[in-house]
């Protein structure tokens, strides 16, 4: 599938990094660096419009790295990117660590996953078919 894009940054294109990779990385976008002080987040761009068909969304995701060495995660995660969406995608990275974090210009801060979806037709009704699970929910089903 091709994706038309836009690249407004000084940065290569997002590419896979292995033939199984599910997700591209994407790299901010800065005139200046971004400090991260504990528990404050900030909107980072990329410099990259994408033009999805329609049926698909782009997912924006945390980096496992920046997560566990760091404590840099995403807020709204994942992100959503409408196949309707011509605006420059955005980060809202978030600061989980005790110590601050300086987010640099070219510095890979996301990942970016293409997924196929359907819109669903909501049908109302005033029940619901029983399962065995039921209602069961948040961790039901114990740890073990």
């Known amino acids: 599938m091709k994706v038309r894009i ?12 292995t033939p199984a990779s599910a997700g591209m990385d994407l790299r901010a976008n800065l005139l200046e660096p971004v ?3 504990p528990l404050e987040r900030a909107l980072i761009p990329t410099g990259l ?5 329609v049926g698909y969304e782009a997912q924006v995701r945390p980096r496992s790295g920046l997560a566990a060495k ?11 990117i409408d196949a309707d969406y011509r605006g420059e995608i955005k980060v809202i990275l ?4 005790n ?4 987010v640099s210009d070219g510095d890979r ?7 196929a979806h359907v819109q669903a037709e909501l049908e109302e009704v005033e029940i619901l078919n029983e399962t ?6 948040f961790g039901h089903t114990g740890r073990k």
């Open 49 to 53: 419009y994408i033009e999805l068909p």
């Open 35 to 37: 400090e991260l002080k």
């Open 6 to 17: 836009v690249n407004k940054s000084d940065h290569n294109l997002p590419k896979y990094e």
């Open 132 to 137: 065995e699970r039921g209602a069961g929910g």
């Open 70 to 80: 760091f404590g840099i995660t995403l807020l709204n995660t994942p992100g959503t």
């Open 109 to 115: 801060i996301a990942q970016m996953i293409i997924s």
């Open 94 to 97: 978030v600061n989980l660590s």
């Open 99 to 102: 110590t601050d974090y300086l």
